[in-house]
């Protein structure tokens, strides 16, 4: 990807964060934020075009909800998941029930 | 976007076709999660059989364009199903009784990311799932 340098005026402490990173790894840093922030304004803009309106409580509570499964779901149990499923697959023994994960 | 795969956010939601469906609806309860994942950096994703599926339930002209505005979106992925995982394929279709909900466990599995549904019941017991509200 063809890349160009900018010069950019930024607070004292977005400064101190940038000049916090790893040897060259602060243009990663500042790349990064600036994809997710448009990811973001793109899906709210076009929420915003079909009239859904997202708040947010409503989105604190489904990442509680996300963060919760997630913790019950390291991993490791979705590599011991897919390997139970494997072997059954592979004994011949795909019985349609899921399997303990 | 020309991204590289490698520096492309994790995908950690899976809408499957009864979520992807209830987004062209206007539901709350799938817009509200998915801008939760992206607000928190990371990427949704919805595998191309589900895709098609949807494409064939969402006759209204309007619903179309909305869904592939949402399949543009940068924090949006399209994933594939692999030949080589033909016999999980096999045995997810089995136990989901669909082809589509087949695809939906296989790239949650592969990608360690939890599956927004309106359809559990079909997933069984054991699955990372999050229930839409009836």
């Known amino acids: ?101 | 976007m020309s991204w590289r795969d490698e520096e492309r956010p994790p995908v950690t939601l899976l809408l499957d076709r009864s979520a992807a469906l209830g987004y062209l609806a206007g539901s709350i309860h799938v817009t509200e999660p998915v801008g939760e994942v992206i607000n928190d950096r990371q990427r949704f994703g919805i595998t191309a059989v589900t895709v098609a599926e949807v494409l064939e339930l969402a006759t209204d002209p309007k619903d179309r364009d909305d869904l592939h505005v949402l399949l543009r979106m940068e924090s949006c992925a399209v994933l594939p199903t692999w030949g080589e995982d033909w016999q999980e394929l096999g045995y997810w279709r089995g136990l989901t009784g669909r082809a589509d909900l087949a695809t939906t466990v296989i790239a949650a599995l592969e990608h360690r990311a939890s599956i927004l549904t309106g359809e559990g019941h079909r997933y069984g017991e054991g699955l990372p799932v999050i229930d839409l509200p009836e």
Do not use: C, I
Not at chain 1, 80 to 85: F, G, K, N, Y
């Open chain 1, 1 to 101: 990807m063809t890349k160009r340098r900018v010069t950019v005026s930024v607070p004292e402490d977005v400064a101190e964060t940038l000049e916090q990173q790893p040897k060259g790894q602060a243009s990663a840093y500042v790349t990064e934020a600036v994809r997710g922030h448009r990811a973001w304004e793109q899906f709210r803009a076009e929420q915003a075009r079909r009239g859904v309106p997202l708040t947010e409580q409503g989105m604190a509570e489904a990442r509680a909800r996300r963060y919760e499964l997630r913790s019950q779901w390291p991993a490791e149990r979705y590599e011991a998941l897919r390997e139970q499923v494997r072997r059954n697959v592979e004994d011949g023994q795909a019985d349609q029930q899921t399997p303990a994960a």
